[in-house]
Each structure stands twice: as C-alpha cells, then as structure tokens.
C-alpha cells in the first residue's frame, strides 16, 4: 500500500505563493509519476503538474506555465508544488496522486493524498 499526504495549504492573498508538499510512504516505486490535481467546488478535477520519480519528465498545465514550479526529493520521498502569484481563481483543494505512467488524467493514477485546502482571497 502506498500512503500520500499533503501539506502546505491555508488562506493566502491574491500576489502571494504557497508551497505545498507531498510525502509518500508504504511500498513507493522509483517507476512512479507523481502528479497534482486541483478541484474547485462545483468543477471537475484538473491537473497541475506532474513529475518522474527521477526528477524529469515534468508537465504543466497552461495555467500553471510561469507561477507554478513542481521538484522532487527521492532522498525525502516528497513531492512540492510551488505557487506563486497566486490568483483567487487558484482555490480549490489540491492532491497529489501517483501513477505508473505519464499522465495528466486522474483515471490514469492509482494512489491519492486526501488534499489540502488553497484559498486565495482577493
């Protein structure tokens, strides 16, 4: 089994950045692609950014191109999502997931984080 765990979430303004973490645990494989989905109330899921667990293959969504950075620690078996410029149109509760292959659709990871909650007021 494979636990995630997000961190990093909370109320921020508009112009601010947020670092949010994802720690993995349990029976982790180096051939993971770890990825970030966002959901805002009454939207469906999206993707953010993803990541190898070798550090490369890394995707963003067009919104994220420019104010969202995503890094990996083997060592830590962590995952960030860096956020900058953060808009209010950003709040939504953010997870991270991994898979075994590289995607940007959610029915393609297999194991998720519970989220954490980015709100941005304006």
């Known amino acids: 089994q494979v636990q995630l765990v997000e961190s990093g979430g909370g109320l921020v303004q508009a112009g601010d950045s947020l670092r949010l973490s994802c720690a993995a645990s349990g029976r982790t494989s180096p051939n993971f692609y770890m990825g970030w989905f966002r959901q805002a109330p009454g939207r469906e899921r999206e993707f953010v950014a993803g990541i190898a667990w070798s550090g490369d293959n890394i995707r963003l969504a067009e919104f994220a191109k420019g104010r969202i950075t995503i890094s990996n620690s083997n060592a830590m078996r962590t995952v960030d999502l860096q956020m900058t410029n953060l808009k209010p149109e950003d709040t939504a509760v953010y997870s991270c997931?991994?898979?075994?292959?590289?995607?940007?659709?959610?029915?393609?990871?297999?194991?998720w984080g519970q989220g954490t909650q980015v709100t941005v007021s304006s």
């Open positions: 997931a991994a898979a075994f292959a590289i995607a940007t659709q959610p029915y393609a990871y297999i194991y």
